[in-house]
């Protein structure tokens, strides 16, 4: 059995884009409200909720490590 090829879910060579820290808490506090009621059954809605809760909190960390001068 061989291995498949995959893409990432998160490249730390692609260039990206580091929001204020107030647009990134804003964001990942949106995120959360809208994937609390994710139905844990659906494999889908696990996945979907998975990576954009991975997307917000990649961001909220930049925006701190920014803001503090990391």
């Known amino acids: 059995m061989s291995a498949k090829p995959f893409d990432p ?13 107030d ?3 804003g ?6 409200a809208e994937q ?7 494999d889908r809605a696990m ?3 998975a990576v954009r ?3 917000a909190l990649r961001h909220l960390l930049a925006a701190y490590d920014a ?3 990391r």
């Open 9 to 21: 879910l998160y490249d730390p060579q692609a260039p990206s884009w580091t929001p204020s820290f």
């Open 23 to 25: 647009v990134a808490l």
């Open 27 to 32: 964001g990942a506090r949106e995120v959360l």
């Open 36 to 42: 609390q009621g994710a139905n844990i059954y659906d």
């Open 47 to 49: 996945l979907t909720a």
């Open 53 to 55: 809760l991975e997307i």
């Open 67 to 69: 803001g503090a001068g």
